[in-house]
């Protein structure tokens, strides 16, 4: 937890048990299911049987859930996402995000923004769900400079 907040921006963890979080149907950011990286059963768990029930009481709830890393699950509130706050800020700024917009990612929960995007640029590392809803996919990795890579191919520089 204390990872996700230095890497991620993350907002410091609140843990609650169940009976907590049946109170909070409406007030909530996001809630976040993790497994330890370290044991490969945890993770199967986490992405199988954990998240087919959470997928059940997120249709009971209008809510989501989506994947950003491998070790955790997020349940969001409905309408809460990377495409829609990207297509917020795209109405703000006067942004076609079908013809103006390079949208780059990784993660199962970048793929409805990647589809949205004139133009969607999956990492070379990225999930299944990524590769699938991009336009592009990156022949090199995050950490191989794909995010670089994919900007300098797909905007016109004049100064570079």
Not at 10 to 22: D, F, G, I, V, W
Not at 59 to 77: F, G, K, R
Not at 105 to 126: F, R
Request: charge should be negative; include cysteine; proline fraction near 4%.
């Amino acid at each position: 937890v204390v990872e996700l907040h230095k890497t991620y921006g993350e907002p410091m963890a609140q843990l609650k048990t169940p009976m907590e979080l049946r109170q909070h149907t409406n007030g909530y950011h996001k809630i976040l299911f993790m497994g330890n990286s370290k044991n490969v059963t945890a993770i199967e768990e986490l992405n199988q049987n954990i998240r087919a029930q959470l997928e059940i009481i997120a249709q009971d709830n209008s809510a989501c859930v989506t994947q950003a890393i491998p070790t955790m699950l997020e349940y969001l509130p409905e309408g809460c996402s990377k495409a829609h706050g990207v297509k917020e800020l795209c109405k703000h700024l006067g942004i076609d995000p079908t013809t103006q917009l390079l949208a780059l990612g990784d993660a199962e929960n970048d793929a409805e923004m990647l589809e949205m995007a004139s133009i969607g640029v999956a990492m070379g590392n990225g999930c299944p769900m990524a590769k699938d809803s991009a336009d592009y996919v990156m022949g090199i990795t995050n950490s191989e400079g794909a995010a670089g890579a994919a900007i300098k191919k797909f905007v016109p520089f004049t100064n570079l």
